[in-house]
């Protein structure tokens, strides 16, 4: 199964820069990282994905190491409503069983004035 | 508007009752899946659809039935629901897998009593 290693929380300061890191040490060549966040029980809603590339969005960034076996998505100027349960999975684009995905226990990011 | 449609938002039932939790997407996405939330458990993947008539196990599909006969919804089925199954049920749609991003409902929150 595609698991993932994510610190169960973090804090950041208002205005600063939140780095979340995430291991995912068993990830195959054509697998993409996916980050989502979660605020309170709502839906989770999409933030930005990766294969290979360091990629960045209006929302984030995310940077993906040369082995692939770990990410930090980045969000520049954390405001009080980043705060959110943050979800890094994996996801296959091909193979016998790309469309189960596994979502580890996340990070809780809390943001602080 | 895109989005992913969950009914009931709110379940309370007694065991053994049969009941359907359904989900529509409007946005002609082949991919849909289900999840259950618990608290310390984060989300967990039920069953899964590719597309009309393929459907294939989650991580947690024990108790759990769905259908996929139109393209647009998702049903999820429980037989014979027991207190265990107590959660929060989240439905998701993409267009495909690898490099596109899943759009979650708004959440079925069900009590078994």
């Known amino acids: 199964d595609a698991k993932t290693t994510q610190p169960p929380s973090m804090d950041c300061a208002e205005g600063r820069a939140a780095n979340l890191p995430c291991n995912h040490s068993?990830?195959?060549?054509?697998?993409?990282v996916y980050w989502y966040r979660q605020i309170h029980s709502q839906g989770p809603q999409y933030i930005i994905h990766?294969?290979?590339n360091n990629e960045t969005n209006e929302m984030a960034s995310l940077i993906i190491t040369e082995d692939r076996k770990s990410s930090t998505l980045i969000l520049p100027h954390a405001t009080l409503r980043d705060t959110a349960v943050y979800y890094c999975?994996?996801?296959?684009?091909?193979?016998?069983?790309?469309?189960?995905?596994?979502f580890g226990q996340g990070t809780i990011l809390t943001v602080h004035p | 508007e895109a989005q992913v449609t969950q009914n009931p938002r709110y379940l309370i039932t007694v065991t053994g009752k049969k009941l359907t939790v359904t989900c529509s997407q409007n946005?002609?996405?082949?991919?849909m899946s289900w999840y259950r939330q618990d608290p310390g458990l984060g989300l967990r993947q039920i069953y899964y659809?590719?597309?009309?008539?393929?459907?294939d196990k989650g991580d947690v599909p024990e108790g759990y039935k769905v259908s996929r006969k139109e393209k647009r919804n998702f049903p999820l089925i429980l037989e014979s629901p027991s207190p265990n199954q107590t959660s929060l049920y989240f439905c998701?749609?993409?267009?495909?897998?690898?490099?596109?991003?899943?759009?979650f409902g708004p959440g079925t929150r069900l009590l078994v009593l």
């Open positions: 999975i994996f996801q296959g684009a091909g193979g016998t069983s790309y469309g189960k995905l596994t």
């Open positions: 068993t990830i195959s060549g054509n697998e993409y």
């Open positions: 990766g294969l290979k």
């Open positions: 946005m002609n996405h082949e991919y």
């Open positions: 998701a749609s993409s267009s495909g897998l690898g490099g596109t991003t899943q759009y």
């Open positions: 659809s590719m597309n009309v008539e393929v459907t």
